[in-house]
């Protein structure tokens, strides 16, 4: 069971760069039953290529040849974290094989023997993933994958921050795997491991790597803010009013071509703003009465009449959602998403004389701001992390999927609150220092 490469390159899309290429025209064959380790360059694109076996991620270009089905290749992720959102060790082992439809029975006995196969005990699985050592974390992110008896194992850095006892566990079990006929693919930075265990060896060069650079200008946070308070007030006070929307969606694309921010991304928001639009609608048809009737039927008794405001208020929404929510990403794009708190805080230092222990009621503001402005990144990004994890070990994307990730999530967010939290009290943080870096605007009533 081998895996072929042939010229492949991978496109990155992000705001700026329509076209940043992490891997440009690959070539390269990895060949069954040995352990292969993938070396290289930080950012070469390593990691990359593990996704892209596993089907992850799809090429830019070229081909992928592979004997072997994508649910027959197991990933482990290069962070442990990444791959747990079950609750206990149990539930994160086994989670694989309840999307492939097996029996209790069958799940309690590969779980009991995978576990054994590492050298675990059995109390390790009513512990909480959160409670494990990074080496106990390290074997059971491998035994989630192992159980599904993979006939093709990828493992991102899975060395990393052990110690040389419980690296030469792991690559004992990795060559006990290849007794097994599994293929074994490892990323790794380690040159003495590689020459020890490596029976065959890809390393990525840097000028296989194309960088984006972002040219973009940075605009002054205080300007970004009454631009955009502006556009939104516009959008907001002129509803169904089809010149504003023409006049704010004209000024938003001189922006986008000023800025060269990648349009694909903004109209991906369409997506979730649709489906919101569609559930308001729904909700809409029930509760309006009133407008031009549309429709009337009489069901089980009863005459169901629909009239058109509800979807004339809908579409109304739905262009203020995605007009105001392009505003936004224009915004942040334009300007570092802090510097614009910075700015908003520098607009209300004249109320400090205003309130009482109005510095105090500022400054928590603008602890609260910034901290929205860091976890909403935080919050994508774990979302996103959980899913490709759900996906690796089987899960269909849907409805299931997207509830699934809720508690989880919710669970991570507050480990970095906490954190956070950490990292501000052994900086002696206190509630009256300066936070703008703009320093503080202030009204000269005396001329």
Same mark, same amino acid.
């Given at each position: 069971?081998?895996?072929?490469?042939?010229?492949?390159?991978?496109?990155?899309?992000?705001? =700026?760069? *329509?076209?940043?290429?992490?891997?440009?025209?690959?070539?390269?064959?990895?060949?069954?039953?040995?352990?292969?380790?993938?070396?290289?360059?930080?950012?070469?694109? #390593?990691?990359?290529?593990?996704?892209?076996?596993?089907?992850? *991620? &799809?090429?830019?270009?070229?081909?992928?040849?592979? &004997?072997?089905?994508?649910?027959?290749?197991?990933?482990? =992720?290069?962070? +442990?974290?990444?791959? =747990?959102?079950?609750? &206990?060790?149990?539930? /994160?082992?086994?989670?694989?094989?309840?999307?492939?439809?097996?029996? /209790?029975?069958?799940?309690?006995?590969?779980?009991?023997?995978?576990?054994?196969?590492?050298?675990?005990?059995?109390?390790?699985?009513?512990?909480?993933?959160? /409670?494990?050592?990074?080496?106990?974390?390290?074997?059971?992110? @491998?035994?989630?994958?192992?159980?599904?008896?993979?006939?093709?194992?990828?493992?991102?850095?899975?060395?990393?921050?052990?110690?040389?006892?419980?690296?030469?566990?792991?690559?004992?079990?990795?060559?006990?795997?290849?007794?097994?006929?599994?293929?074994?693919?490892?990323?790794?930075?380690?040159?003495?491991?590689?020459?020890?265990?490596?029976?065959?060896?890809?390393?990525?060069?840097?000028?296989? @790597?194309?960088?984006?650079?972002?040219?973009?200008?940075?605009?002054?946070?205080?300007?970004?803010?009454?631009?955009?308070?502006?556009?939104?007030?516009?959008?907001?006070? #002129?509803?169904?009013?089809?010149?504003?929307?023409?006049?704010?969606?004209?000024?938003?694309?001189?922006?986008?071509?000023?800025?060269?921010?990648? @349009?694909?991304?903004?109209?991906?928001?369409?997506? +979730? @703003?649709?489906?919101?639009?569609?559930?308001?609608?729904?909700?809409?048809?029930?509760?309006?009465?009133?407008?031009?009737?549309?429709?009337?039927?009489? %069901?089980?008794?009863?005459?169901?009449?629909?009239?058109?405001? +509800?979807?004339?208020?809908?579409?109304?929404?739905?262009?203020?959602?995605?007009? %105001?929510?392009?505003?936004?990403?224009?915004?942040?794009?334009? &300007?570092?998403?802090?510097?614009?708190?910075?700015?908003?805080?520098? =607009?209300?230092?004249?109320?400090?004389?205003?309130?009482?222990?109005?510095?105090?009621?500022?400054?928590?503001?603008?602890?609260?701001?910034?901290?929205?402005?860091?976890?909403? +990144?935080?919050?994508?990004?774990?979302?996103?992390?959980?899913?490709?994890?759900?996906?690796?070990?089987?899960?269909?994307?849907?409805?299931?999927?997207?509830?699934?990730?809720?508690?989880?999530?919710?669970?991570?967010?507050?480990?970095?609150?906490?954190?956070?939290?950490?990292?501000? /009290?052994?900086?002696?943080?206190?509630?009256?220092?300066?936070?703008?870096?703009?320093?503080?605007?202030?009204?000269?009533?005396?001329?």
């Amino acid at each position: 069971m081998s895996i072929k490469f042939n010229d492949v390159s991978y496109t990155y899309k992000d705001y =700026f760069s *329509k076209d940043s290429l992490i891997l440009e025209n690959l070539s390269f064959v990895i060949p069954k039953n040995k352990i292969t380790f993938i070396t290289g360059e930080s950012g070469a694109g #390593k990691s990359t290529i593990l996704q892209l076996i596993k089907g992850l *991620k &799809t090429p830019k270009s070229g081909t992928i040849i592979s &004997t072997v089905d994508t649910s027959d290749i197991g990933l482990v =992720f290069q962070h +442990p974290e990444i791959q =747990f959102f079950k609750s &206990t060790v149990k539930k /994160e082992i086994e989670y694989g094989l309840k999307n492939i439809k097996l029996s /209790e029975n069958e799940i309690e006995i590969k779980v009991i023997n995978v576990i054994k196969r590492l050298d675990l005990s059995k109390e390790i699985l009513k512990k909480s993933t959160s /409670e494990l050592s990074a080496g106990e974390k390290r074997l059971v992110a @491998i035994a989630s994958i192992l159980v599904m008896n993979p006939k093709f194992l990828l493992l991102d850095e899975p060395l990393a921050s052990l110690d040389g006892i419980m690296s030469k566990k792991i690559m004992h079990l990795l060559q006990g795997l290849v007794s097994d006929n599994v293929t074994v693919v490892v990323v790794s930075h380690n040159d003495r491991i590689i020459e020890k265990y490596s029976q065959n060896k890809i390393t990525l060069l840097k000028n296989k @790597i194309k960088e984006s650079i972002n040219n973009h200008i940075n605009i002054d946070g205080r300007i970004n803010l009454i631009i955009t308070l502006l556009l939104i007030l516009l959008v907001v006070i #002129k509803p169904l009013s089809f010149y504003t929307y023409i006049c704010v969606g004209v000024i938003e694309l001189i922006f986008i071509h000023i800025f060269k921010i990648n @349009i694909i991304f903004i109209l991906k928001q369409l997506k +979730p @703003i649709l489906y919101t639009s569609l559930f308001i609608l729904l909700f809409n048809i029930f509760i309006i009465k009133s407008g031009n009737l549309i429709y009337q039927e009489i %069901i089980f008794n009863n005459i169901i009449k629909i009239y058109d405001t +509800p979807f004339l208020q809908t579409l109304n929404i739905f262009f203020q959602l995605f007009l %105001i929510t392009v505003i936004t990403q224009i915004s942040v794009v334009m &300007t570092n998403p802090l510097e614009i708190i910075d700015a908003f805080i520098y =607009f209300l230092h004249p109320f400090e004389r205003i309130f009482k222990n109005g510095k105090e009621k500022i400054d928590k503001v603008s602890l609260l701001l910034t901290l929205c402005v860091q976890f909403i +990144p935080i919050i994508l990004l774990e979302g996103s992390n959980i899913m490709m994890s759900q996906k690796n070990r089987g899960a269909k994307k849907g409805i299931k999927m997207y509830i699934s990730i809720l508690i989880p999530l919710f669970q991570r967010v507050i480990e970095h609150a906490s954190n956070l939290s950490d990292g501000m /009290e052994i900086r002696n943080y206190k509630i009256g220092k300066k936070r703008s870096s703009y320093g503080s605007f202030k009204w000269n009533w005396k001329k």
